[in-house]
């Protein structure tokens, strides 16, 4: 059984992943962290992902919003509350570092997170601002 740590380690790795797949121009990087479907929910919408191709398309919107000088993200905080063995509600705090390392914003975010036969995937992304 996944621990909370455990959990959250997974978490900070999706977010490194995030930098990652931005550095390298590919969104498919994020698949590994994706659940097909799944659902995002922030800025006044609630947008279904329904395919692998909606999941990329997806993060190559959200890579496209950085500005020319993201260099990393660093996650402040991760809280798991695991709702049954299999499932769990996290939040986190989340900066943006620019390549001068100063933090040019700051938000936090909540996933809920499934383990499925592949292993540990996010199915619902809420933005808060």
Not at 7 to 12: C, D
Not at 15 to 38: E, I, L, N, Q, W
Request: hydrophobic residues 35%; contains cysteine.
């Amino acid at each position: 059984m996944t621990t909370e740590a455990e959990l959250a380690a997974w978490v900070r790795e999706y977010s490194d992943h995030f930098g990652f797949s931005y550095h390298a121009k590919d969104p498919t990087m994020m698949r590994p962290y994706c659940h097909v479907p799944a659902l995002g929910i922030g800025g006044g919408q609630v947008n279904l992902i329904s395919t692998v191709e909606q999941s990329d398309a997806r993060w190559a919107a959200a890579h496209a919003g950085l500005p020319d000088d993201y260099d990393h993200s660093v996650l402040h905080t991760v809280d798991v509350t695991f709702t049954s063995p299999t499932a769990a509600y996290v939040t986190v705090n989340c900066g943006r570092y620019n390549k001068a390392g100063e933090e040019y914003v700051n938000f936090d975010a909540s996933y809920v997170v499934a383990q499925v036969e592949e292993g540990w995937r996010i199915t619902t992304w809420i933005g808060h601002r």
